[in-house]
């Protein structure tokens, strides 16, 4: 089974890389862009039987940075 | 004194923190990141700059994760000294050893140029050899430098003496221009410039030795 994390910077830390793809796209005459904020998706190969508590858990412990980003969990 | 100096893969600045220490009258070991246990005797832990683990997920959490980081922890712990400089400094945010965390610099361009670095305390063994107020230089080179935490834990290490090190010109966007903070018991320091780059004439700039220099005094007489 498969199971995806989407990990992204918390509100109020300041994402200087979304800012620059948000620059980038006014630049290219994309209007109307008020933000853009970059993240990044982890796709996981579980075995059989996997939670979404034991997805959490790694989220926890590795792959988010609780002080600085939050993390969803999608199974299946 | 005695100083172990860990190695993950993609450390690139273990040997200078070595001979820095060295230099300034320590034994030291080298301790690999599959190692399980700090050799006996060990008074500080180095975790030196670098690109542990390729910089892959996040700068230093893989590190953070390595066999060698639970012994690090538990040397801390035991009251044990730790200096994380640079990638180290990262290392020891994503152990939860100190707080806060690095985000990519607020310019995004990576820089590496000496930069102007005030003592904000003198009062632990890393500054010992500066007086409060001293403006020292010393280099950066870093991608992921810029100092984050959240309003309250910055207040918190402002009110109880434990930024180390600010910038006199911010150059990546750090909060609070901290360069460099201590742990509740002092005795954990994390940096962002290096100041084993700056502890030898031949470096062109010798404002780093006097941190080593204190190590050594204070950690021998112990």
Aim: charged fraction near 20%; glycine fraction near 12%.
């Amino acid at each position: 089974m498969k199971a995806r994390v989407h990990v992204m910077l918390k509100n109020g830390v300041l994402d200087p890389q979304g800012e620059a793809v948000r620059h980038a796209l006014g630049a290219l005459g994309f209007d109307g862009v008020h933000g853009v904020r970059q993240g990044k998706v982890i796709e996981l190969d579980l075995e059989d039987g996997a939670t979404e508590a034991d997805v959490a858990a790694m989220c926890e412990k590795l792959l988010a940075n609780t002080v600085i980003e939050s993390y969803t969990v999608e199974m299946g | 004194m005695h100083a172990a100096v860990v190695v993950f893969p993609g450390s690139n600045c273990d040997r200078d923190l070595a001979v820095a220490f060295e230099a300034a009258g320590a034994r030291v070991s080298k301790v690999w990141h599959k190692d399980t246990e700090i050799p006996a005797g060990v008074d500080i832990i180095g975790i030196p700059g670098g690109f542990s683990f390729g910089d892959y997920l996040r700068c230093g959490a893989i590190a953070a994760n390595s066999p060698i980081c639970r012994s690090v922890a538990a040397h801390a712990a035991r009251g044990g000294y730790v200096i994380g400089i640079c990638n180290g400094f990262q290392v020891l945010t994503e152990t939860g050893l100190l707080p806060g965390a690095l985000l990519r610099n607020a310019g995004l361009k990576y820089i590496c140029k000496t930069v102007g670095l005030k003592v904000e305390t003198s009062a632990s063994v890393f500054t010992e050899g500066y007086n409060a107020g001293d403006v020292i230089d010393i280099p950066i080179a870093h991608h992921d430098g810029n100092y984050f935490a959240d309003d309250d834990i910055i207040a918190r290490l402002q009110g109880e003496d434990r930024v180390a090190f600010t910038y006199t010109d911010t150059p990546n966007g750090a909060k609070a221009d901290i360069a460099g903070i201590l742990s509740e018991n002092r005795r954990v320091l994390g940096m962002m410039p290096h100041p084993e780059r700056a502890a030898d004439a031949v470096h062109g700039g010798t404002d780093g030795q006097a941190l080593f220099r204190a190590l050594a005094g204070a950690l021998t007489a112990a």
